[in-house]
């Protein structure tokens, strides 16, 4: 089944300890993005990758880091999260060329103490 | 990619058709309207995209108007499930416009 995997669900951890959020995808797809989603805020785009090895800024990418590696993997990171980056993320993928539609994930709610 | 302008909230009666309008004045000629879908707090679910034709698939309609500076996502016979935020963005699938920006979406309440 086409899909976009993250891994945990829910996470609750406490500033400053190290975390990743992992998000894999089976559709080899070239581009990947990551969203994070607040209350009235709607979804808000961190970073996104192009292809392997290239990476860029969305909208709010302070606090966050990316990775990719690999084609099918983008690794959310958050080398010392603070109270503020509790929220829903989602990562997604899309093909390139046409009009391909981005597919989502499942979400990872996180909890900063 | 181009700025959407949608209305917060919209309600429907259950059975009866749901229009969801978006606003896109500024949309480049090589940008497509895509819509989505968020129910609660689950990933948004992709529904229908267009460029300059109206669109119908299984689960929708997507009427484009001609100067392409508007569009309205139909669902024919809404039904409880359809109860969601919907989004519309605009977005050419290129490599010099990747940041795909959503917005806050409409919250569309379907309702017995």
């Known amino acids: 089944e086409a899909q976009v995997t993250q891994n945990p669900r829910y996470l609750i951890t406490v500033t400053g300890k190290k975390l990743t959020v992992t998000c894999s995808q089976n559709?080899?797809?070239?581009?990947m993005s990551w969203y994070r989603q607040d209350p009235g805020l709607g979804l808000r785009q961190i970073y996104y990758s192009m292809n392997v090895e290239v990476t860029d800024k969305g909208d709010v990418p302070e606090g966050y880091k990316v990775s990719r590696k690999e084609k099918r993997n983008f690794p959310l990171i958050l080398e010392s999260p603070s109270p503020n980056q509790t929220s829903l993320y989602f990562c997604?993928?899309?093909?390139?060329?046409?009009?391909?539609?981005?597919?989502f994930g499942n979400g990872t709610r996180l909890t900063v103490t | 990619d181009a700025k959407t302008t949608q209305p917060t909230s919209m309600d429907c009666a259950e059975g009866r058709a749901a229009n969801l309008p978006c606003n896109h004045s500024t949309i480049s000629g090589n940008e497509y309207v895509y819509w989505y879908r968020q129910i609660h707090s689950q990933g948004p679910q992709y529904i229908i995209h267009g460029l300059k034709n109206n669109e119908t698939n299984e689960m929708a309609s997507l009427i484009i108007t001609e100067d392409r500076k508007s569009s309205t996502l139909i669902l024919p016979h809404a039904t409880l499930r359809d109860t969601a935020v919907y989004y519309c963005i605009v977005s050419a699938n290129t490599g010099t416009a990747s940041k795909l920006t959503f917005g806050t979406g409409t919250r569309l309440q379907v309702t017995l």
């Open positions: 997604a993928s899309r093909g390139w060329g046409g009009s391909s539609p981005l597919h």
């Open positions: 559709m080899n797809h070239e581009y």
